[in-house]
């Protein structure tokens, strides 16, 4: 088990664009942020069997033009199980949820969670949706092929709520992908497949994670 802790600032100052299309504004920020985390897979980069558990709290003081002076907090949970099957195939399941809240105010639009795409849901463009709350869950059988490689199909199942527009999305999607092993590390190619499309047009997604 371990604890982590650190401490983050930042500035924007928002573009035209930003301020009338999304409502954005200028803005500085000091945010806080502790965890922990638990981790037993037998091989971080490419696991048989073990679990992984990390969750998190972020406090954030910002300071908004227009509005001044507001305090939000994030929230976060991650969870990983691997199952292994036989000698060279398992069962992995990944579970996620976020959520952020403003005192007195409505969430920021740069406070929004992301999702869709390589890191949650597979078959959706990346960062297609945004939200003050959000969850996926990915489920895949695996077969290793190598010590960095694999092939595998798998489910993503998510929603995402407190959006923009404030309407809940709730989604799903299937397909195939594999890892393999390059000179430059380990090469990602997912094709999913969203809950409106069809095979010919699911979306692939390249991912590239500099291990050796």
């Known amino acids: ?4 802790a650190n401490a983050a600032r930042e500035k924007v100052n ?3 664009f930003g301020i009338r299309e999304l409502g954005l504004s200028d803005y500085s920020a000091l945010s806080l942020t502790g965890g922990f985390n638990f981790d037993d897979r037998d091989f971080i980069f490419n696991p048989m069997s073990g679990v992984y558990y ?5 406090r954030t003081s910002r300071k908004e033009a227009g509005i001044g002076r507001i ?3 994030r929230f976060g949970i991650r969870a990983e199980y691997y199952q292994k099957l ?7 399941i990944s579970i996620n949820g976020y959520e952020s809240r403003y005192n007195n105010s409505s969430v920021p639009f740069s406070e929004l969670y992301r999702v869709g795409g390589a890191g949650s849901l597979r078959g959706y463009r990346e960062d297609q949706f945004r939200g003050a709350r959000v969850g996926w869950t990915n489920i895949e059988y695996r077969v290793i092929t190598g010590k960095l490689s694999r092939m595998f199909i798998f489910g993503d199942a998510g929603f995402i709520s407190g959006t923009p527009n404030g309407r809940d999305e709730s989604k799903l999607s299937y397909g ?5 092993t390059t000179a430059i590390g380990q090469i990602g190619i997912d094709y999913g497949i969203g809950a409106d499309d069809t095979f010919s047009n699911g979306k692939v997604h390249l991912s590239l994670n500099g291990v050796f």
């Open 71 to 73: 305090t939000g907090r």
């Open 176 to 180: 195939a992908g594999i890892r393999l």
């Open 1 to 4: 088990m371990g604890i982590f």
């Open 86 to 92: 036989t000698e060279r195939s398992l069962l992995a």
């Open 14 to 16: 928002a573009r035209e």
């Open 54 to 58: 990390e969750t998190s709290v972020t």
